[in-house]
């Protein structure tokens, strides 16, 4: 058994404190947190192509 599989899924992520960061550190950590926004819309895309398949397969 993993591990990870016993933490909470929707934990709560508590805000990190930026003041002591520099401008060009900042704006890494803007590119990272987009990247992983790209990336959860990827997986909400995939998952509603796929529940527009099955929707369709099963309406006919």
Known sequence: ???EELEPKN???K????????????KDYIARLQA????????IDAKDR???AAASFFKT
């Open 1 to 3: 058994m993993d591990f």
């Open 50 to 52: 796929h529940r527009s």
């Open 15 to 26: 805000p990190k404190d930026l003041s002591g960061w520099g401008i060009g550190e900042l």
């Open 11 to 13: 934990k709560i992520v």
């Open 36 to 43: 992983e926004i790209e990336r959860a819309q990827a997986a």
